[in-house]
């Protein structure tokens, strides 16, 4: 054989694992991350019942908005982070990473306050108290800042201290919650115990940061970062939009009790697309350095490994509650939820959509912006068919179902070169 192809192969195999490594821890900690936020919801939907927990749920709904939008932050803090390391350009990626952190430190706190402002017209539409608005609108302020963290250490891929960290937040949450409703207290004094341990996180992460950067910051020209937010900002709006725009109208449109079982079942058919959340914020940074040193080979393996992650485990949990509803729902949740009709339909339609997430994060990290303007029109199109068709909730999940359907449809149009190379390989 000839030496220059076998070393391209031993390359080709290293990067594999390479990437296939970080995909796997990261989805460990998921997995753990997973387990814990089943339990929280687990305890929390027992001990606060369908009405409150409808309301928390919602709440986290919108902070998941957020927090999924605010990622398009995160995904160009880290190609950029990862652009500069390669190239050992250590002032200009702590120069970006302490301009994000205030910039959005402000930006948030800015929120907080349109948040005051706004409260009783938002909770008049959510139909809920405007002080439990005010209060969670300071983990809304904090959350502005959890991207920029994300993005640094996926720049660096630092993917081990990405784990603990998103770890420790999830067990941190599950205990002081947990201590709160056992002790007797209600809905406030569970929102007051997670941005308790918010705060407490957020001092972690941002002194495991300041342990990593050691150089001096030098200015940089933030025009060309920029322009590729604009695109990635967009796309993640939409990205979450698709998944959590369905709960905030069920909660204006619906009853305390039907908006409880649609929580607890939007939270087990969700398990997949955290799984293609985690998996695609490694595929991002490993993308973007090999697509920007012309590496394209390794870019559709790295493609390849991604998706094989995310389909596998997302079709065996998808079986399991698309077969056995029943089984599962009285296991995490008790019978006072009936959740056994949603939650088929509602896990596949999720599963579809997670695969698109994938799409979605593989196409911004190599610049091909030509799907935007769908997944903007099809994310509008679900927004106005669940508010002039909220017959029921499973009218709701059909709407869904339909829409992630024929995106799936479309990205594998659209990414047909590399699905042909993915199921040929």
């Not at 939907?45 to 749920?57: A, I, M």
């Not at 001096?216 to 990205?239: A, G, N, Q």
């Not at 973007?288 to 998706?307: A, C, F, I, P």
């Not at 079986?319 to 008790?334: A, R």
Request: with cysteine; proline share 2%.
């Amino acid at each position: 054989m000839d030496p220059e192809r076998a070393k391209n192969k031993i390359d080709l195999r290293i990067f594999s694992s390479d990437i296939l490594k970080n995909i796997l821890t990261v989805s460990y900690n998921s997995l753990a991350i997973a387990i814990l936020t089943l339990v929280f919801h687990l305890i929390m939907s027992r001990k606060l019942g369908p009405g409150d927990y409808g309301t928390l749920v919602t709440l986290l709904s919108i902070n998941s908005i957020v927090l999924l939008s605010l990622s398009a932050v995160g995904f160009v803090v880290a190609r950029f982070i990862s652009y500069y390391r390669t190239r050992e350009q250590y002032d200009n990626m702590k120069f970006l990473a302490q301009w994000a952190f205030m910039f959005f430190l402000m930006l948030g706190l800015a929120g907080f306050l349109i948040n005051i402002i706004l409260s009783q017209f938002i909770a008049d539409f959510l139909n809920i108290d405007h002080n439990l608005i005010i209060l969670f609108g300071i983990i809304i302020w904090i959350s502005f800042l959890m991207p920029i963290i994300d993005g640094i250490l996926r720049g660096l891929q630092e993917f081990r201290y990405l784990g603990r960290y998103k770890l420790a937040d999830a067990m941190l949450k599950l205990i002081t919650a947990a201590i709160i409703v056992y002790i007797g207290f209600g809905l406030k004094s569970v929102i007051a115990a997670l941005i308790l341990s918010s705060i407490i996180i957020l001092i972690i992460s941002v002194y495991i940061l300041k342990r990593i950067y050691i150089t001096k910051p030098h200015r940089i020209k933030l025009k060309e970062i920029y322009k590729f937010t604009v695109p990635v900002f967009i796309s993640m709006i939409c990205l979450a939009a698709l998944s959590n725009i369905d709960l905030v109208l069920v909660k204006h449109f619906f009853d305390e009790i039907k908006t409880g079982n649609f929580a607890a079942a939007g939270i087990l058919a969700k398990l997949v697309f955290g799984i293609a959340l985690g998996s695609a914020g490694v595929l991002f940074p490993k993308i973007v350095e090999y697509y920007s040193n012309g590496r394209n080979d390794e870019v559709r393996k790295n493609l390849q490994d991604t998706l094989k992650i995310v389909i596998t485990p997302g079709i065996i949990i998808t079986l399991l509650f698309v077969l056995f509803p029943s089984l599962i729902t009285n296991l995490f949740f008790g019978r006072q939820y009936d959740i056994d009709k949603l939650l088929p339909l509602y896990s596949i339609a999720l599963f579809f959509l997670s695969i698109c997430a994938i799409f979605i994060i593989y196409n911004l990290a190599v610049k091909k912006y030509a799907f935007i303007p769908i997944i903007v029109a099809f994310s509008g199109i679900l927004t106005y068919q669940i508010i002039i068709a909220h017959k029921s909730l499973m009218s709701v999940i059909w709407a869904l179902f339909a829409v992630d359907f024929i995106l799936l449809v479309f990205f594998a149009f659209y990414n047909k070169e590399e699905l042909i190379t993915f199921f040929s390989s």
